[in-house]
């Protein structure tokens, strides 16, 4: 009885991590999609990545930043920046992201390129941070800084 139960613990434990490298690998991929919408500058795209409530929080642009908070003010942002370029391209190679629950974070290096309708390139990297949140199965973010 001792081993059945010892099997039980271990096969509980087994489940409950791929439970957490699954729910991970679904942040992973949230996170990615965020920043292909962003270098993409698709609304329709970024529309599926937020959770689209007054509760949503994007806190940006690095330099001088504004907390633009709820989704509507955050769109109106998203394009109002957009149209004041002529290229964009965004990434987080290498993201940590910790899960807990419905809820996950994630932080990394944002890597930036962007050139001005006016012709200016300009290039960077920047510390972004997300929280997502699990609905309905979908991992969405909430917030973005």
């Known amino acids: 009885m001792k081993l059945i139960g010892a099997l039980c613990m271990v096969l509980a434990a087994l489940t409950a991590a791929n439970a957490q490298t699954s729910a991970e ?7 990615h999609a965020y920043y292909a919408a962003l270098s993409a500058r698709d609304m329709p795209a970024m529309e599926k990545i937020w959770v689209g409530s ?7 642009p690095p330099v001088r930043p504004v907390a633009n908070e709820g989704w509507e003010q955050i769109k109106a942002a998203y394009l109002k920046f957009w149209g004041t ?25 944002e890597k930036a390129q962007r050139r001005t309708k006016a012709g200016a390139e300009q290039a960077g990297t920047n510390f972004g941070t997300s929280i997502f949140i699990n609905q309905g199965g979908r991992w969405l973010m909430i917030f973005h800084q």
């Not at 690998?25 to 996170?31: C, E, F, I």
């Not at 007054?54 to 940006?60: S, V």
């Open 25 to 31: 690998a679904d942040v992973r991929a949230a996170n």
């Open 85 to 109: 370029l002529d290229s964009l391209s965004v990434s987080m190679d290498e993201p940590t992201i910790k899960v807990r629950g419905s809820v996950a974070w994630v932080h990394g290096i």
């Open 54 to 60: 007054p509760d949503d929080t994007n806190i940006a």
